[in-house]
């Protein structure tokens, strides 16, 4: 089967982007199970319940979060409702909503979304090596599960690399999120799960991390805010990765970045 | 011209790699001028001088360093003997060596190439942004030098393109280095500098930052230090980027990333 | 002569019992000079310019700030037009207002007053050791002043140690702020500057910093923000030190920290 | 019945203080328990088995850990075999040794010591107010202990304020360790438990955290070590608290910080 990872979508430029190139992309490359991070889709900060339903309505199955997860504070609530949306698994127990979710795929196979936060640079979350380790072992691959894709949130490579290794074999798909910048080692590691350090995001690159750049640059050179950070508003570029597994396995066989838009060069996997 | 920019060499994998294959390199693609960050070439921890004349007995012009600069004491004293090796520009007055350098090119440009390190996440040195927009006053490009490339070593992917767009069209290249992780971004900013937010490294994938994994994921996991790190042993992947700057302008025509090894999707400029 | 230094005014409980309590304060003791920190005086964040006059009227001398200067956009006008209000010394060049000012006390006597801010586990500022340095080179106890007060405004103990001890000799006071804690290590170092390692707060002790303790709770328990943190709404407790400076050598020849209020073990110095 | 405690022992000035001064200490104020933090013994990095049965020959019941717990290798080791040796409860499950210890005091009491570490600037261990809220509500007061005794070792005082009334009514004393300074805020809180930000160190205050200050200013100077950070060898100062509790309630019903040595002003509790 065939599974597309798109990372974190910022503000209108990714939204926009989505909801235009999606339900293409779906159909052009057979795909059958979508998720997307979508923690800063709300003005670069959460999400709110009109833009989750834009983004399912697109064609997500699933839409992950990270440290902005409740900066919406509707999202308290609305996290409740929805089987399709989830926040990092390792945020301390009586947090709204769930970090993981079994779902079905346009193919039949059931799969296994789990967010997790890292904790270098990072909020003081519980440990989330334990945390998925105990996920995975209630719900292994195969036994629990078809497929198994962790979006893995975190700001340190170190962190992220030594995640996908821990879990080399024991997951179809560890793609890290965060930086909103894609990394270009996409590869399958020694075991069999496919591997993306950082999936970038969807938004507008010409700018700081999808917002506009005058004001992080002012507070660099500063050390005092001007105004608040704005997503910037040209063109969204969709950044991913698009994933074969065996079904027989539940691991991966092939992984292509996906990059489309205006501002970085396009990464286009063959059908 | 033509200019090769090349990440953090880790390690005897990184080091092995460059010394067999830069100089085919340099035949193949015209190459200029060869840059590379050394900051882990000495077992993962700084540099020594036998290391750092092979890396220019390869064929680099320029070694740049970061956070691990002086990890290697010695460093403090042969540094001083070498217009060819220099560390951050922000380091404070009084540190041994320099944080640029105006080196000839093969084809007889004047090249600045100014190291700098980020403060998020990073060691309190001084302001980059102010130190090397101090340097490019003082040289500018065209006026002071044909081609300028920065180095900037810096974690969060915030601060680098931050430092891209600051210094769009006055310097030929900003590229990242310290993530170990190349990026997939590299792409002429709107004024017309060459950028990628992360050069990635010279050195074993199949690691955790080039370092055997088995150490970092420990100490993850349990929190306790169990031993050293040291290096991945498998064979290196070189990774960087190979830049065309416009003789006239000092600006970039043309940005391609490279990469060249066992471990990632290779990435092979056309000639 | 004898300086009073009194640490972070939190809110309204720190600015009421400021002025209940300073003017007697002033005459009990003989004081010729009063420095306090504001950083905090407004609602927690920041200070207003009306604060800034009533700490003023009080008898409060000289004001200095920290972290939170800024925190109300007018300090950024207002501050350039008052002499009495200091922010750290190492912000950038080109920040609105300074960061030291020379003063005379009741006695005649020419002080200098110095703000600086640490860079552990804080913004990333210039080196304040260098930023001091320069301004203790510039402006020399007994040549430039004739008394020297440094408020070292720092999370991290070591770094306010190293800067009492790097000092020693050449000011008069070097007394930390920001942690809103009282220390009990006031005494005089081996060359003469009355030391202490935070002067505490003027605030509300039953309390987290000085703030109404639920959401600081809430937000360790949940790592989600209920709410905005609010001044702690009970009677306030002053906290600072006593200085008696030599005037032939504007070293220290006693120092007695002083804690009034009803939350913590009273401090009354000898009169 | 009276408790005492002392802060983190800093190398061989804190230790011989520590044997100098506690069996006097003991017998003069009558002490049914002592409970001494014992991070930075061996050279300021941690414990041996040696130091550690010196420092129980000198009075100590209990010694408890921080951030230090493993810098001696052989502490993973002896740790087991001894009941008065704790390190923080919110280390990953399975590190060596325990968390808490329950003890029989010299009157025959049963005392509860809870070792706790921050996270706020520290590792990322376990959520240390959940941690201490299980232990508390497995063994709470008079029904699982008759005194109980929280070492937090932290680093902001936001979260040390935080535990304090977290914990407030439910444990005898909550006392923070790790700034290696005293705080002058020991009090009783509203409900009842004994409470004090900083216990202190025992070592020589003339010093940048007990280590000698050459190293530590050179650092904060040059960003660049010279050497390894050795104790001070000036005399120690023993500091610490003092606590009087109802052995009815397991409250607290007098708290009185105590130091005692060349550095710091003496705090003497009456007997
Ligand atoms: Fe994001
Ligand atoms: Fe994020
Ligand atoms: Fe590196
Ligand atoms: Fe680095
Ligand atoms: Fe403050
Ligand atoms: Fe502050
Ligand atoms: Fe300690
Ligand atoms: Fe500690």
Redesign the interface.
């Known amino acids: 089967m065939r599974l597309l990872f798109l990372g974190d979508i910022v503000g209108r430029p990714g939204r926009t982007a989505i909801c235009n190139a999606l339900p293409a992309l779906i159909t052009r490359y057979g795909i059958d199970f979508v998720v997307i991070n979508g923690e800063n889709a709300a003005g670069g900060f959460g999400i709110t319940e009109a833009i989750l339903n834009d983004v399912l309505d697109a064609g997500a199955d699933c839409v992950t979060l990270g440290n902005h997860s409740?900066d919406q504070k509707d999202t308290?609530v609305f996290i409740e409702r929805h089987d399709r949306l989830i926040r990092p698994l390792n945020?301390?127990?009586?947090?709204p909503g769930k970090g993981s979710t079994l779902l079905k795929a346009r193919n039949g196979a059931d799969v296994l979304v789990i967010n997790a936060m890292g904790?270098?640079?990072m909020?003081?979350?519980?440990?989330p090596?334990?945390a998925v380790d105990a996920e995975l072992t209630a719900c292994a691959l195969k036994s629990g599960a078809d497929v198994i894709l962790v979006d893995f949130h975190a700001?340190?490579?170190?962190?992220k690399?030594?995640?996908g290794?821990?879990l080399d074999g024991r997951a179809s798909v560890v793609v890290g999120t965060h930086?909103?910048?894609?990394?270009?080692?996409?590869?399958i590691?020694?075991a069999g799960t496919a591997y993306m350090?950082?999936a970038?995001m969807c938004g507008d690159?010409?700018?700081?991390?999808g917002m506009d750049?005058d004001e992080?640059?002012n507070r660099?050179?500063?050390?005092?805010p001007r105004s608040r950070y704005e997503p910037a508003t040209g063109p969204g570029t969709l950044?991913g990765l698009l994933v074969d597994i065996d079904d027989a396995t539940g691991l991966a066989t092939r992984v292509q970045?996906l990059?489309q838009g205006p501002?970085?060069?396009p990464?286009t996997p063959e059908v």
């Not at 945020?91 to 947090?95: D, L, Q, S």
């Not at 690159?205 to 991390?209: G, R």
Request: aromatic share 12%; hydrophobic share 40%; proline share 10%.
């Open positions: 409740f308290l945020y301390p127990k009586g947090t904790l270098v640079f909020p003081d979350l519980n440990c090596f334990r700001e340190a490579t170190s962190e690399q030594a995640m290794l821990f930086t909103h910048t894609p990394t270009a080692d996409a590869r590691l020694p350090t950082d970038g690159y010409n700018s700081v991390l750049s992080p640059i660099f050179l500063t050390k005092i950044s970045p990059r501002c970085l060069a990464a």
